[in-house]
């Protein structure tokens, strides 16, 4: 879906505003979670990551399986759009464990509320708190752009992000998703 906003995105930049970074520069900010760091994404060696993450196995660590693609995917659009001189900025915002009502008919096992009603009163930020981290990221220079935000700051990601197995992997997941993008929504990845 974010690839097709950025033809707009891109439009308002040229139209409305001067050189990428200059106040109401067009932001695309990506949701992302720092459950990226707590992955070891053994998927990364099967011949096909989505394909390998089709089904019920391991559904616990999904979630985090899917913070740390969607972060590599983020850092290699962005690298991409900076290739082709794209003037719109795209960043990765995480905006905490928050308290809110987003999951409130999914039936959890008894134990799993026990946790949350011990850690929401203690760790979990309020919704506004959150939508604060979106704000900010909205509102980040061009030296946000292909990067991750944690508490209002730019931010380091999981280690294997910045590792070189990280950086081939992010060019190795990039190409699948452009294979299974372009088959739904032909070119879809030329409004990089």
Request: proline share 6%.
């Amino acid at each position: 879906m974010a690839l097709l906003l950025l033809p707009t995105l891109k439009n308002t930049a040229t139209s409305f505003y001067g050189p990428s970074g200059e106040p109401g520069t067009p932001h695309l900010c990506i949701v992302g979670s720092n459950a990226q760091f707590y992955t070891k994404f053994e998927q990364q060696n099967e011949t096909s990551i989505f394909e390998s993450l089709r089904g019920d196995r391991d559904i616990y660590n999904r979630y985090a399986n899917t913070k740390l693609i969607s972060l590599l995917i983020m850092r290699e659009v962005a690298k991409k759009m900076s290739e082709s001189e794209n003037p719109v900025i795209l960043n990765m915002v995480d905006p905490g464990f928050c308290e809110s009502e987003l999951l409130r008919e999914r039936t959890w096992p008894w134990y799993f509320k026990l946790m949350m009603a011990v850690s929401i009163p203690v760790l979990a930020r309020t919704a506004e708190m959150g939508a604060r981290t979106y704000i900010w990221a909205a509102s980040a220079g061009p030296e946000s752009h292909g990067r991750y935000i944690e508490d209002c700051e730019l931010s380091t990601p999981a280690p294997l992000a910045d590792a070189e197995e990280g950086r081939q992997l992010q060019v190795r997941i990039f190409g699948e998703l452009v294979d299974v993008l372009n088959g739904i929504v032909p070119k879809v990845t030329e409004n990089i």
